[in-house]
T-cell receptor, first 114, second 112 residues
Framework: SAVISQKPSRDICQRGTSLTIQCQVD?????MFWYRQQPGQSLTLIATANQGSEATYESGFVIDKFPISRPNLTFSTLTVSNMSPEDSSIYLC???????????FGSGTRLTVV | DQQVKQNSPSLSVQEGRISILNCDYT??????FLWYKKYPAEGPTFLIS?????DKNEDGRFTVFLNKSAKHLSLHIVPSQPGDSAVYFC???????????FGGGTRLMVKP
């Protein structure tokens, strides 16, 4: 299965600023997913990113707040824009092609907004 | 509307005994169900999956059972080891889009 390198692993940011999270996959993958895990909560899908097309956002998430880039089949970024303390969460990227073999996750980015 | 639910937030078992983690779902269109293990400061790690057309899948110490009529699945770990202590997430894949819907997680503590 693919290996995903995610960075940064953690950051503390000032409110009103933006942070870009990067995920690099060691093989070409069609679909990449971005999730958020708020404190004590489960993983919630933010958006699905396919190479060559606009990302598809889930209800409650908008492109202006969470712009995503997918320039090629091995790389994606998620930006958390105009941050507030409510954005403090763990952000995770994921890729995969089939249910039988699961989906691989990056190690996550723990974001704290102060 | 929570389509995937894990009703037990935590579970404590003795080393060597069986751990049973449960998960319920509401959407009959899910085609795959997966279990993930998550340690603090790490991403979720895939454990085992089961197709919606099966009722059991086994991989070493891990067995997943699916009861479609009850919309219920469970993960059995036997024998449980202290290294199994982690948060376990049940997830389901919709047959349109490949995205996963996660349950709330169950924290498993295996005592030596």
């Amino acid at each position: 299965s693919a290996v995903i390198s995610q960075k940064p692993s953690r950051d503390i940011c000032q409110r009103g600023t933006s942070l870009t999270i990067q995920c690099q996959v060691d093989s070409q993958v069609t679909m990449m997913f971005w999730y958020r895990q708020q404190p004590g909560q489960s993983l919630t899908l933010i958006a699905t990113a396919n190479q060559g097309s606009e990302a598809t956002y889930e209800s409650g998430f908008v492109i202006d707040k969470f712009p995503i880039s997918r320039p090629n089949l091995t790389f994606s970024t998620l930006t958390v824009s105009n941050m507030s303390p409510e954005d403090s969460s763990i952000y995770l990227c994921s890729s995969g092609t089939g249910g039988a073999y699961g989906y691989t996750f990056g190690s996550g980015t723990r974001l704290t907004v102060v | 509307d929570q389509q995937v639910k894990q009703n037990s937030p935590s579970l404590s078992v003795q080393e060597g005994r069986i751990s049973i983690l449960n998960c319920d779902y509401t959407n009959s269109m899910f085609d795959y169900f997966l279990w993930y293990k998550k340690y603090p400061a790490e991403g979720p790690t895939f454990l085992i999956s089961i197709s919606s057309i099966k009722d059991k899948n086994e991989d070493g110490r891990f067995t997943v059972f699916l009861n479609k009529s009850a919309k219920h699945l469970s993960l059995h770990i036997v024998p449980s080891q202290p290294g199994d202590s982690a948060v376990y997430f049940c997830a389901a894949r919709g047959n349109a889009g490949n995205m996963l819907t996660f349950g709330g997680g169950t924290r498993l503590m295996v005592k030596p």
